[in-house]
């Protein structure tokens, strides 16, 4: 699975969109972008996914680019309950390679009143 | 409500004594697995299961057992624990469609 890098940790202010950005520049053609989130200490949860295309759902909107080096997770009106770790995950879909998901460090997002 | 249990929620044991954490999901969900998380090393895959009778190893399998008797349970089972197992677990499932839903953790603590 290609590599991820996320920024450490962000600040957003309540109410406003929270835009958590994720590069993968070694992403296979095959590979799609998952966001997961964990509160603290809870089970990770899904948030979304995508190939190439954008994605919005109820939680939250997922940007890839062009070339799909790069996508952006926006939470568009972030509230308290919003803050937690949040993990961009590159990985072929479907069973493989035991559907193992490998998180890596996530952007702590803390979402401040 | 869709969801994956794991039982028991918080456990504290002795060094040697066998113990068993439940896994249970209620979506029909071919895929079952056990990790772990440790600060600083994120989550590990312990284990996983494909369907009934069907399962394999992680990346850190040592010290532990499964089993997948039903589809919609996966117990972990550790023979003799250890300290360095005191560790969150997180059991997960999910369809062909691949996303993953996690229970809400067992912390876990050996003596």
């Known amino acids: 699975d290609a590599k991820t890098t996320q920024p450490t940790s962000m600040d957003c202010a309540e109410g406003r969109a929270a835009n958590l950005p994720c590069n993968h520049s070694t992403i296979s053609g095959n590979e799609y972008v998952y966001w997961y989130r964990q509160i603290h200490s809870q089970g990770p949860q899904y948030i979304i996914h995508g190939l190439k295309n954008n994605e919005t759902n109820e939680m939250a909107s997922l940007i890839i680019t062009e070339d799909r080096k790069s996508s952006t997770l926006i939470l568009p009106h972030a509230t308290l309950r919003d803050t937690a770790v949040y993990y961009c995950?590159?990985?072929?879909?479907?069973?493989?390679?035991?559907?193992?998901?490998?998180f890596g460090g996530g952007t702590r997002l803390m979402v401040k009143p | 409500e869709a969801q994956v249990t794991q039982n028991p929620r918080y456990l504290i044991t002795v060094t040697g004594k066998k113990l068993t954490v439940t896994c249970s999901q209620n979506?029909?969900?071919?895929?079952m697995s056990w990790y772990r998380q440790d600060p600083g090393l994120g989550l590990r895959q312990i284990y996983y299961?494909?369907?009934?009778?069907?399962?394999d190893k992680g990346d850190v399998p040592e010290g532990y057992k499964v089993s997948r008797k039903e589809k919609r349970n996966f117990p972990l089972i550790l023979e003799s624990p250890s300290p360095n197992q005191t560790s969150l677990y997180f059991c997960a499932s999910s369809s062909w469609r691949d996303t993953q839903y996690f229970g809400p953790g067992t912390r876990l603590t050996v003596l």
């Open positions: 995950i590159v990985r072929v879909a479907g069973f493989n390679a035991g559907n193992m998901l490998t």
């Open positions: 979506m029909n969900h071919e895929y």
């Open positions: 299961s494909m369907n009934v009778e069907v399962t």
